[in-house]
């Protein structure tokens, strides 16, 4: 199955109409959720500190920042 991760932080208003889009292609898609913290760990803030939100599907970075549901539907739409 699919997984989509998204990596997020604690008062990210980005992030959180991040996750309400990729529940929304959930009824679309099926796919497992994870979401990660970067302040959990030292390698994803220096990866993805400015970047966040950060969303990556079966590990491969789909989007990041500004999501919209287009680009998310087209990067499901080729699964």
Do not use: N
């Amino acid at each position: 199955m699919t997984t989509v991760t998204l990596f997020t932080r604690k008062g990210c208003h980005l992030c959180e109409k991040a996750k309400e889009i990729i529940f929304s292609l959930k009824k679309e898609f099926h796919f497992d959720y994870e979401e990660c913290d970067i302040e959990e760990r030292d390698e994803w803030i220096e990866e993805y500190g400015l970047m966040i939100p950060v969303v990556l599907i079966d590990g491969k970075e789909v989007q990041y920042g500004q999501i919209d549901k287009i680009t998310l539907y087209k990067a499901f739409s080729k699964k």
